[in-house]
């Protein structure tokens, strides 16, 4: 099937449903050659991939997935974007899902090491003692027992393990670069997902209903940020109640002020987990860029979860978790659930 697929794409026709879904589980039992994988993933970039393919690709990848299925109150949210910005900055979305976790919205946090980004979400967490090694689980009580899970995409994704050769030799961006945040294992029924282009807000959108979102934000700073962004305005398209709808928001639209670009790019993987631990813990000034940003993506992951009335309501939300100890404590309790080195986070606690 996967070579029919590829004749067809190369002539720039879209797939089937049935024909995207058949591909994607032949590249999921390694039946597909790393050749087929690479001439197959490079073909669907360069022809554009559809709302029906990303669909497919999403939903068969889902089926080989170890699923989880915890039991909360209210609704789950999953705030995992695709990277690929051009703004390198630190781990705003991993950071966000704390601060939003601190003021009772149930996370499943999806992610994986870096692959775009100075410092992913895997990796920020591992360098504060997280445990990767959870089983699903293991996960699955995390998030009912304390509210916040993260699942480490290699273990929950091992059928992913036949594409990562090719997608490393070929070296461009693929249709697995959207796929990550749309196979939530969790089944999270909202999403805060940021992308790396304006194009894909729609788009994706589209793909998360048909999927069976219930409610979710695609969102893209006109900036280049694959989050909601304080540097300027933001295009947001809205899934709520099975409608779509596309608006800007500005940083004054949420009661914050405009950042300067500098103040809020990384430096390297090291400052970024002490800029995440610093903003947790609640160490940095008032109206500090770093904080604002996640506190603007915090209010989006609140307004999803719990429903608020708006995201500037949801910003105040956001900043209590903060300052009052919620998001910086979620953070501990989800490094010793984890079975994880308590230490690291203590060594960072001493030099404050």
């Known amino acids: 099937m996967i070579q029919e697929c590829i004749a067809k794409v190369v002539e720039r026709e879209d797939l089937t449903e049935s024909e995207a879904s058949r591909s994607m589980e032949e590249i999921m039992t390694g039946k597909a050659t790393g050749p087929q994988i690479a001439a197959f993933l490079t073909a669907l970039r360069m022809k554009g991939e559809s709302v029906e393919e990303i669909t497919a690709f999403a939903s068969t990848m889902r089926q080989f997935c170890h699923r989880i299925h915890p039991k909360v109150r209210g609704t789950l949210v999953d705030t ?13 979305s991993t950071t966000a899902a704390f601060v939003a976790s601190g003021a009772s919205v149930a996370i499943a946090k999806h ?5 775009t980004s100075r410092c992913g979400s895997a990796d920020i967490l591992e360098a504060f003692g997280f445990n990767l090694a959870m089983s699903p689980e293991v996960v699955e009580k995390s998030i009912e027992e304390i509210g916040m899970g993260f699942m480490f995409a290699p273990t929950f994704h091992p059928a992913m393990r036949h594409a990562l050769a090719p997608r490393r030799e070929i070296g461009v961006r693929t ?19 940021g992308v790396f282009s304006e194009r894909l807000t729609e788009p994706l959108a589209h793909v998360l209903k048909k999927l069976g979102v219930r409610r979710a934000m695609v969102v893209h700073g006109v900036d280049g940020l694959d989050e909601i962004s304080t540097l300027g305005g933001t295009k947001v398209t ?15 639209d949420l009661g914050l002020e405009r950042a300067e670009r500098r103040s809020l790019e990384g430096s390297s993987p090291q400052r970024s987990v002490e ?3 610093e903003i947790l813990n609640n160490g940095n000034p008032v109206k500090d860029p770093k ?22 309501e949801a910003v105040a939300v956001a900043q209590e978790s903060i300052e009052s100890g919620a998001a910086y404590k979620k953070l501990r309790s989800l490094i010793k659930f984890s079975g994880g080195d308590l230490s690291k986070l203590e060594e960072l606690e001493r030099h404050v």
């Not at 992610?111 to 692959?115: A, C, E, M």
């Not at 249709?175 to 997902?193: D, K, R, S």
């Not at 904080?291 to 500037?312: M, R, T």
């Open 175 to 193: 249709v697995f670069n959207l796929l990550g945040p749309l196979t939530n294992p969790a089944g999270a029924e909202a999403q805060l997902l």
């Open 111 to 115: 992610g994986n090491r870096s692959v």
């Open 275 to 277: 800029v995440t631990f």
């Open 80 to 92: 995992c974007g695709t990277g690929g910005d051009r703004v390198k900055t630190f781990n705003v």
């Open 238 to 252: 809205s899934l709520a109640d099975d409608e779509i709808v596309t608006a800007y928001i500005t940083p004054e």
């Open 291 to 312: 904080v604002e940003i996640v506190l603007a993506n915090a209010a989006a992951a609140i307004f999803l979860g719990c429903e608020a009335e708006s995201l500037k």
